[in-house]
């Protein structure tokens, strides 16, 4: 059998290899440019909060202003629990509104929207129920609840109890 020879590599095998390197990075860096453009946003809605005893009502609607829908599941609303100034006792609204992934600290609450939000449109109401710990606290908590959805610029709204 044959010794095997070395394979030569040629001039036009290098320059061929160098040229490709650069398309390679190109596209590598433009997922990095592409993140860089402006995010959708949402939108918030609060209705002036109902005061019911030391309860306070918050009804909120949020708009999907990109231009693509949200998928169901994905629109989340979170409320941190962590100030003792007030605490949750609630919510309702349109039955799409559910509770989302749990925190295994105790340390807040995620809601999440089953249904899809069309590009353009507003999810159903979501109604969130606040109590204050001290009734006569001045000035009066504020909880802020956050929306989120991939790919869209977060909205919060201040609640403030009264």
């Not at 129920?129 to 929306?147: E, H, K, N, S, W």
């Amino acid at each position: 059998m044959p010794e095997p020879r070395p394979r030569q590599i040629s001039r036009r095998t290098v320059v061929g290899t160098a040229w490709a390197a650069p398309v390679l990075l190109a596209a590598v860096t433009a997922p990095a440019a592409a993140a860089s453009e402006t995010m959708p946003t949402l939108t918030l809605t609060v209705s002036p909060p109902y005061k019911d005893g030391n309860t306070t009502w918050f009804v909120i609607r949020v708009t999907n202003d990109g231009t693509t829908d949200i998928p169901g599941g994905a629109l989340l609303a979170y409320l941190p629990l962590t100030d003792a100034s007030y605490w949750y006792s609630g919510f309702s609204g349109e039955v799409a509104w559910n509770y989302g992934p749990d925190d295994p600290t105790g340390e807040s609450l995620t809601f999440a929207y089953d249904r899809a939000v069309p590009a353009g449109d507003t999810a159903g109401t979501l109604l969130l129920i606040l109590g204050r710990t001290d009734p006569d606290q001045t000035p009066a908590p504020v909880a802020t609840l956050t929306f989120s959805a991939p790919g869209y610029t977060s909205a919060s709204a201040a609640l403030r109890l009264e």
